[in-house]
């Protein structure tokens, strides 16, 4: 099987699906199944490939001498394997990836529990219909009055601004 090496990476479709928007989901799926007809192609592939019959091929050319050229050329062709150099820094980079997404994740849910701290305060206030001027103040410090930049009440804070 000519993708054992290609067998090392994978896709986790699942926790690909789980990260991207709605609006990505055809996208992906044709990404899927494109990812699936390649691999499948790679995996029928042999090893190593079929042996050239050459002494049918000098049998049925006409022109003699084309074909020990063309075997000559053939065996003295090298196509190098390409060197993998970013590999390393590919897994550098995820795993700066990583931490980042978990710091972030942490300070997401530490925002979340102080969001929801004041959504239940924010369902447990009096309605505003029943509410006095002490309790809007309970329950929004910002709205007092501070007597000492104001003296004489709100038009002259109001002025301040």
């Not at 029928?44 to 050229?69: C, F, H, R």
């Not at 065996?75 to 190098?80: D, E, K, Q, W, Y």
């Not at 394997?81 to 990836?97: F, L, S």
Request: overall charge neutral; hydrophobic content about 35%; charged content about 30%.
């Amino acid at each position: 099987m000519a993708g054992r090496k290609l067998a090392l990476k994978t896709i986790d479709w699942v926790a690909f699906r789980e990260i991207i928007s709605q609006s990505w989901k055809a996208v992906t799926n044709s990404l899927k199944s494109w990812n699936e007809t390649l691999t499948s192609r790679l995996a029928t592939l042999p090893e190593k490939p079929s042996a050239i019959d050459w002494a049918y091929s000098k049998a049925n050319v006409v022109k003699p001498g084309l074909m020990d050229d063309f075997e000559k050329k053939f065996n003295a062709l090298n196509v190098p394997i390409p060197e993998d150099k970013y590999t390393a820094q590919v897994d550098a980079e995820e795993k700066e990836d990583v931490k980042s997404c978990a710091e972030f994740l942490s300070l997401s849910k530490t925002r979340i529990q102080e969001y929801e701290k004041e959504l239940e305060k924010m369902r447990n206030i009096i309605p505003f219909e029943q509410m006095t001027i002490e309790n809007l103040n309970d329950v929004f410090p910002e709205t007092k009055l501070d007597k000492k930049k104001s003296p004489t009440g709100l038009t002259s804070q109001l002025r301040a601004y």
